[in-house]
């Protein structure tokens, strides 16, 4: 029963059992083997998934799995404004609210890809310094 909560739980969060079983430090086949229904969750191992996952165990239980941003979601877009209004700092034009908020989008979406697809990857937005230029139309200089 709550294996299907599990699994709705890591499909929200954009992992693939491989990416998954990394976060959680449980075997491929042990997850999908809990997903599926196949073994039985112990309460111990529920609540360290739904952490992993960055969910509320018991919102979990409820079957709520969407329960917005995590803590960690909260850090990753300060580190994106910070590289963003960094770049903003002395420069003579001051781009608009869209401007500054289409990079922040943009780079966060870009970087949590990237996040995800490589389990090992550190959370980086400083990488995106061009990118964040050509979308301020040129107003900052690097």
Request: charged share 30%; hydrophobic share 35%.
């Amino acid at each position: 029963m709550y294996g299907n909560n599990l699994r709705k739980a890591r499909e929200e969060r954009g992992l693939n059992l491989d990416q998954a079983a990394d976060l959680t430090g449980i075997k491929k086949t042990s997850l999908w083997r809990l997903e599926s229904g196949d073994s039985k969750v112990s309460v111990e191992r529920f609540f360290a998934i739904a952490d992993a996952y960055g969910f509320d165990p018991i919102d979990l239980l409820k079957d709520k799995t969407s329960t917005g941003m995590t803590e960690a979601d909260y850090d990753r877009v300060r580190q994106v404004v910070v590289v963003v209004l960094g770049l903003l700092e002395g420069t003579a034009d001051s781009p608009n609210p869209d401007q500054i908020a289409a990079a922040v989008s943009e780079v966060l979406r870009l970087e949590n890809r990237r996040y995800a697809e490589q389990s090992d990857a550190e959370f980086g937005p400083e990488r995106y310094e061009r990118l964040i230029q050509a979308i301020m139309g040129g107003s900052t200089s690097l």
